[in-house]
């Protein structure tokens, strides 16, 4: 949760909940708070969505973090990030429970609270939306945090939606190197000048030679480069597309370290051309 600071970020975030911000939902859904808000903090990231591709705002790295478990993740199909509250309500549950609502410092007009993530989630049940604040654990022995905490929990919990505390606890954070280093590399224009065409003609020997040779997967790109006149480094981009689309199954709770080789559990239908294991996407 994030608190405005100044009367005129205060007015830019009223503002931009008018329009419509924390509407909508995947490309159509625009953040509450967005990262020029508090760009002198230096922790703020954004990053351009794999599911919803749209750019999200984060607020520290923790956030990051759960974001890209959260794109991993097979069964979540839209992540809403820095979800406005209704100030009617959250000032309401404030009083109820004689808790302080958050002020802005400046003006003393009650904040927006928001709440970090609301996530959608699809499942044999069907489509559940979940709400989740991500907090430092060492903040969670404040008795400030804790009572901003209970506001949000009523708030969600008048809506019949569950609602969470995130930790480091609960990030896997080899996944989240994994899915760092593979992220800028997922839509194909993320490899231009290569062409859809050409990333198929480099995925096939590639393939091949991961599955079936001994030598590290940084070798492996840079003799496929050679042996097709491509610029240095392309095969390791499309090595990292091809798992970041999981057309490559791996151990993603397993370090990817280009510098040994690549254990290839299987490939997709995308690339059964190839006579390897396959599975489905949904395995992956």
């Keep these: 949760m994030v608190a405005s600071k100044g ?24 953040p509450a708070i967005w990262v020029r808000d508090f760009s002198s903090k230096g922790l703020s990231t954004q990053s351009f969505g794999w599911k919803t591709q749209r750019v999200h705002h984060f607020f520290s790295e923790l956030e990051l973090s759960y974001f890209l478990t959260l794109e991993w993740s097979a069964i979540v199909t ?3 990030e820095q979800y406005p509250l209704t100030s009617e309500e959250t000032l309401l549950i404030a009083q109820e429970c004689g808790i302080s609502h958050p002020l802005n410092p400046d003006t003393r007009e009650p904040n927006v609270m928001t709440t970090d993530f609301v996530v959608t989630v699809r499942s044999s ?30 708030y969600w919990e008048k809506r019949n939606m569950n609602w969470g505390i995130v930790t480091e606890r609960e990030i896997p954070f080899v996944l989240v190197e994994n899915v760092k280093w593979l992220h800028n590399f997922f839509y194909v224009q993320d490899l231009s000048p290569l062409t859809e065409d050409e990333i198929r003609q480099i995925a096939t020997p590639l393939t091949i030679g991961v599955a079936q040779a001994r030598a590290s997967l940084r070798d492996l790109a840079a003799e496929c480069d050679s042996r097709l006149g491509l610029e240095r480094g392309s095969s390791l981009c499309v090595a990292r597309h091809l798992i970041a689309n999981r057309q490559w199954l791996i151990d993603i709770q397993q370090p990817i370290q280009p510098h ?25």
């Design 260 to 284: 040994q080789k690549l254990i290839l559990c299987a490939t997709s239908p995308l690339l059964n051309h190839l006579g390897f294991t396959q599975v489905s996407n949904e395995d992956f």
């Design 7 to 30: 009367k005129t970020k205060h007015q830019t975030i009223n503002q931009r909940i008018s329009a419509g911000c924390g509407q909508g939902r995947g490309i159509d859904y625009q």
């Design 78 to 80: 839209d992540i809403r």
């Design 125 to 154: 049940i069907g489509v559940t939306d979940y709400a989740r604040t991500v907090k430092p654990i060492k903040k969670l022995s404040s008795k400030r945090v804790l009572e901003k905490f209970e506001i949000e929990r009523r």
